[in-house]
């Protein structure tokens, strides 16, 4: 699959840089993991990711891997090819889906 710097319907707008796209690194992981779910995604696309059974698996994903490439959450998922991430807006189970996707970046 190629890489698009369309995000599609379910994405948010792309921030300028030095936009502040989630919390200091302070914060625990879930939050920092749902700031940035919220700076990508539609409000509604947010809700029903944070809301997600498997929202804790995509938080351990996320952690995992930014604890060892040294980027934040909101960098990972924009790592994300955009197919996917428009995908997980119509998924059933949409963070354990993007928690998947993380674990093969």
């Not at 804790?56 to 990972?76: F, H, N, W």
Request: proline share 6%; charged share 30%; net charge neutral.
């Amino acid at each position: 699959m190629s890489r698009s710097s369309s995000r599609g319907s379910h994405r948010r707008r792309r921030l300028y840089p030095g936009e502040s796209t989630e919390p200091v690194r302070t914060l625990p992981w879930d939050q920092r993991v749902a700031a940035a779910v919220g700076a990508l995604f539609t409000p509604e696309v947010a809700r029903r990711i944070t809301e997600d059974d498997a929202f804790g698996a995509l938080v351990y994903r996320l952690s995992s891997y930014c604890e060892q490439t040294d980027c934040r959450p909101v960098q990972a998922l924009e790592q994300l090819d955009a197919d996917d991430c428009d995908f997980a807006g119509r998924a059933d189970n949409p963070a354990a889906f993007l928690a998947r996707k993380v674990s093969e970046l």
